[in-house]
């Protein structure tokens, strides 16, 4: 077994990485083993979700695992690669070496995007560097997928058009909407999936399966490239 590995990142904290990451991470261990690597320290804050979740409910076929720099991030994929099907990795809130590190390696980078100017603005920064990325990581997919979307908002409509033709990152065809159950949820170690809103089940079924149908196109884990990988993030 060589697992895929799925990425997690953006330039900015706060659009929905984590949350997406552990909803996404709950659907794929439900028929395959699924571990998450947690790059983001200090917070770690998917590590804390997984504490909740362990010390309230049966064990299941989801384990989580920490990396505070690029090397450590190395040394586990190198260890733990044959050991799952799936291998998610959740960034930090801002591009920096590990930022480079987890799109280098990735077979599939997600980029979670909530439609407000701001946010739109670091987005831009994050589309160059996934392209850039593509030198190293050749076989890589990419997918924009929005968060926090307000239904029937004029302004997010026009953004999401926007950025629909200015990106090089193709969006995911389903959003996630802003909903209180993906906070709820994660509060109490959960997902969606395990929570009383089932449109918010709904959304992330339908973005769980769209990647289902990309997987078989996604780039093999980039382990090899290692040292050429840790350069790059440096600069
Ligand atoms: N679709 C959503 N609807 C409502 N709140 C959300 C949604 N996605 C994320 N949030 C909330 O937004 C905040 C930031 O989300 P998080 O996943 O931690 O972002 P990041 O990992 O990018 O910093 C959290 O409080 C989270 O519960
Ligand atoms: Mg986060």
């Known amino acids: 077994m060589s697992g895929k ?9 706060g659009v929905g990485k984590s949350t997406l ?14 571990l ?17 979740r362990h010390a309230n409910y049966e064990e299941d076929g989801l384990n ?5 720099k690029p090397s450590e991030l190395f040394n ?9 099907d799936f ?3 959740d960034g930090p809130p801002h591009i920096n070496p590990m930022t480079k590190a987890v799109i280098a390696v990735a077979g599939l980078v997600i980029v979670p995007l909530a439609p407000s100017p701001v946010e739109v603005w670091s987005f ?9 990325a593509t030198k190293l990581n050749p076989n890589m997919q990419s997918r924009l997928c929005w968060t926090r979307v307000r239904k029937r908002v004029k302004s997010a409509e026009y953004l999401i058009e926007d950025v629909k033709k200015a990106a090089s990152i193709k969006p995911f065809a389903s959003v996630l909407t802003q909903r209180v159950a993906y906070l ?3 509060a109490e170690g959960l997902s969606v999936y395990e929570w009383t809103d089932a449109i918010a089940r709904a959304e992330v079924w339908s973005v769980h399966s769209a990647i289902q149908r990309l997987i078989n196109k996604c780039g093999k884990p980039n382990i090899g490239k290692r040292k050429s990988i840790l350069e790059w993030s440096r600069k």
């Open 5 to 13: 590995i799925i990425a997690f990142a953006q330039a900015k904290g």
């Open 64 to 68: 989580v695992k920490t990396a505070d």
């Open 76 to 84: 586990l994929l190198e260890t733990e690669i044959n050991n799952y």
């Open 87 to 89: 291998i998610l990795l």
């Open 124 to 132: 831009h920064e994050m589309d160059k560097l996934v392209t850039e």
């Open 36 to 52: 998450i690597i947690d790059c983001d320290p200090p917070q770690h804050s998917l590590s804390a979700w997984h504490e909740i």
């Open 184 to 186: 709820d949820s994660f």
């Open 21 to 34: 990451c552990a909803n996404l991470a709950t659907t794929f261990s439900e028929n395959a083993s699924t």
